[in-house]
């Protein structure tokens, strides 16, 4: 009787071993997709093929392990599509069907017969194999995959360097004549992240423009720090805002004062880079209680409640410490979120938190991701969130049922919306702007981590593209295609990060890679080159209702990175807002465009380029302006110095703008405005009724881009 139990005991501690085995291995298997996180397939992959007895599980790690490194870079190298998508297709999906393979392979012996001579001969060449050749094979087929994962994976550089490199000022935009406000000053490393290490000495003066000439102001009053020594770190971290001691890590908030009204630029020299560094444009003047006043912020931004990069408390720590953001959101995924019990409760929750009226203001916001007819980020404007429907195209599959679910939650709860279009021109997800609703969609995303929409990806007046364009130049899904198809919206910036940094994204340096904090299961991270854009709103004070209606309003203006340049324009005294419409006697009046520039001076963000510095370094203040009519260049007026007034008559008739029927196509006798689009529209309305529309965009050979507008121009 006891050898039976014995032997009972030793089955059961073999069918327990087995289970676990199995079940590690099919943990491998399911982070075979996960980005950085994917080495725990690599890991148990190698595992299983350096340790286990059997032929059988050996070939299944090292196939696992195999996939999880080609996968990788994969995913990492290839454009063709997104970065999730190929991991998924050339990891996931053909490790499944290996497994499925193998499977019937061992059950059914009758498909393994033909083979049984080759298996035979190969089972015994590798008997006969000296033994330095075998071991040599192992440990090949050991490094390959590691060496495949690692070369996408890991950036020494970002991992150990983050000495500083350059130095950020910044400072509000518009200031009270006489108030003290904040002035941030932060030490950057080669990927824009604070350095911990900075321990440099800061001297402050400043450099004036007078507010109606545009001319120095040789001695403007002012109030700045006295001279200062940061503290820091004797070793760097990817992530020093998260060290809490008494040290400065990277970053210090001084106090100054300006009594002179102009166009103020803070200058610190650095006796580390021995640089000089401009704060952006800070406008003092005699503010009354109703002026409107300047406020930045990114409302497009994901964190790990969809497929961004960690917790929304720490997006929002970083919006508004960090990137010196006033107003943010987080608009998360909801077809991910709907499968996290809680995930919609956790992120109003949050979001309400840290809603700080006069200091920080965060909106609700969810993300509608239909790939057929463009996504939109939603906001809102009150302190509930839009649960029921789930804002899914999985429980909203059109736009239709978008808009009736945007009706029904602003009609019961008093709240309004925003849907917000972008990245409308990638092949993934073109924009079918024969579906937008003007009571929702009233500002459009020209530029974020994934491009500029300006144009199409192959426009020349496209100078610096996007990702994933379609095969072929695809009218009518631009920006301006919008436009000249009669939809008037307004242009506004964003990030759409999902690296954690909503205002400042990292993803356009190498530090996008998995090991930057913080840290991701999602491939999103990988396939956005570009920087996060910010966008300013002008409004009349710093609470939801006063930031969501000047957003309604439509009274922005963009910038294509961390940068707060000030760009006012208008058209015979017609500012950008209020539907942006000027009306004229006739369609010869004369229209006087008027444009003010302050650009900033802080080194920007390119395209997979972070900021950066040489030694004895000036800030490059030469730009074009672009005076944009009808979607052509009606004029360009080249600058080269921090502040400039244009002044421009356009005395020529007033035309319209037409999409129309020859940049449409037609299919089974229906008319389309292209290859994409699957509603069938009238090309004869696709026009803007006579008007012109006039948009200022200014391109700084820095590669730092601002946007306004635009303003439509009609006859009464």
């Not at 950085?36 to 696992?64: C, D, M, Q, Y």
């Not at 500002?443 to 007046?461: D, K």
């Not at 009349?540 to 707060?564: I, M, N, W, Y």
């Not at 006798?669 to 009238?682: H, K, P, R, T, V």
Request: proline residues 6%.
């Amino acid at each position: 009787m006891s050898k039976e139990l014995a032997s009972r005991s030793g089955l059961d501690r073999t069918k327990a071993r087995t289970v676990a085995k199995l079940a590690i291995f099919l943990i491998g298997v399911a982070t075979i997709h996960m980005f950085f996180f994917n080495f725990v397939a690599l890991t148990i992959g190698l595992l299983f093929f350096l340790l286990s007895s059997g032929l059988e599980w050996k070939r299944h790690g090292l196939v696992l392990a195999i996939t999880a490194g080609v996968s990788t870079v994969i995913a990492h190298t290839w454009l063709g599509m997104s970065p999730l998508k190929l991991a998924f297709i050339y990891g996931t999906v053909p490790f499944v069907i290996y497994l499925l393979i193998s499977i019937v392979w061992t059950a059914k012996p009758s498909i393994r017969e033909p083979f049984s001579e080759v298996i035979i001969r190969i089972d015994k060449l590798g008997k006969a194999m000296p033994r330095l050749i075998r071991v040599l094979l192992i440990a090949m087929l050991t490094i390959s995959p590691i060496v495949l994962w690692s070369s996408v994976s890991i950036n020494l550089g970002v991992m150990l360097d983050n000495e500083t490199r350059l130095l950020w000022i910044h400072a509000p935009t518009l200031v009270n004549r006489g108030d003290e406000f904040d002035l941030m000053v932060q030490a950057w490393d080669p990927y824009e992240r604070l350095s911990a290490t900075y321990t440099g000495s800061v001297l402050f003066s400043i450099v004036s423009y007078n507010l109606t000439t545009y001319s120095p102001i040789e001695s403007p009053v002012a109030t700045l720090p006295t001279p200062y020594t940061f503290t820091g770190q004797a070793f760097g971290s990817d992530i020093a805002y998260e060290i809490q001691d008494s040290r400065d890590n990277g970053r210090h908030v001084f106090s100054a004062r300006v009594e002179t009204p102009g166009i103020h630029y803070v200058l610190v020299e650095d006796s580390l880079t021995q640089n000089k560094y401009y704060s952006n444009p800070i406008i003092v003047k005699d503010l009354t209680p109703i002026d409107p006043r300047i406020y930045w912020g990114d409302f497009h931004a994901h964190s790990e409640l969809s497929d961004g990069s960690g917790s929304p408390e720490h997006s929002y720590f970083y919006a508004r410490h960090i990137a010196g953001l006033e107003f943010s959101a987080l608009t998360e995924h909801s077809e991910i979120m709907m499968w996290a019990p809680g995930s919609f409760d956790r992120l109003e929750a949050t979001t309400n938190a840290v809603n700080d009226p006069g200091s920080f203001i965060a909106f609700q916001g969810l993300e509608w991701t239909q790939v057929e007819t463009g996504h939109y980020t939603c906001i809102f404007s009150g302190d509930q969130l839009i649960k029921e429907p789930i804002l899914s195209y999985l429980h909203l599959p059109t736009t239709d049922s978008l808009w009736n679910a945007l009706d029904h939650f602003t009609d019961t709860t008093g709240s309004r919306a925003l849907a917000l279009p972008h990245h409308t021109t990638q092949n993934a997800y073109v924009q079918d702007w024969t579906y937008i609703n003007p009571k929702y969609v009233k500002i459009a995303e020209v530029t974020s981590v994934h491009g500029e929409f300006l144009y199409e990806q192959r426009h020349p007046l496209n100078y610096v593209g996007a990702i994933d364009p379609p095969p072929f130049y695809l009218n009518g899904s631009s920006i301006v295609d919008a436009f000249k198809m009669g939809y008037r919206m307004t242009l506004y910036a964003s990030g759409d990060n999902h690296d954690g940094h909503p205002g400042h994204s990292l993803s356009h340096t190498p530090a996008f890679v998995g090991h930057q904090r913080p840290w991701s299961i999602w491939h999103t991270r990988n396939e956005h080159p570009y920087p996060a854009g910010i966008t300013a709103v002008y409004t009349s004070g710093l609470t939801r209702e006063d930031v969501f209606l000047g957003l309604e309003r439509q009274k922005v203006f963009a910038c294509s990175d961390h940068g707060r340049p000030f760009l006012d324009f208008t058209i015979n005294g017609t500012a950008v807002g209020d539907g942006s419409v000027l009306q004229v006697s006739d369609s010869s009046a004369t229209r006087e465009i008027r444009i003010i520039i302050a650009q900033d001076g802080a080194p920007p963000g390119t395209r997979a380029k972070a900021a950066s510095v040489e030694v004895n370094w000036e800030p490059d203040w030469r730009a074009e302006v672009e005076i944009i009519k009808n979607g052509e260049i009606l004029s360009t007026v080249s600058i080269d110095s921090p502040v400039s007034e244009i002044l421009f008559l356009d005395m020529d008739p007033l035309s319209g703008a037409v999409y129309g029927r020859e940049s449409c196509i037609q299919r089974d006798g229906q008319y389309y405005i292209n290859e994409y689009s699957n509603n069938a529209i009238d090309p004869d309305t696709l026009n803007t009724g006579g008007a012109d529309f006039y948009i200022v965009r200014v391109v700084g050979r820095n590669g730092r881009y601002t946007y306004a507008g635009p303003i439509w121009v009609q006859v009464l």
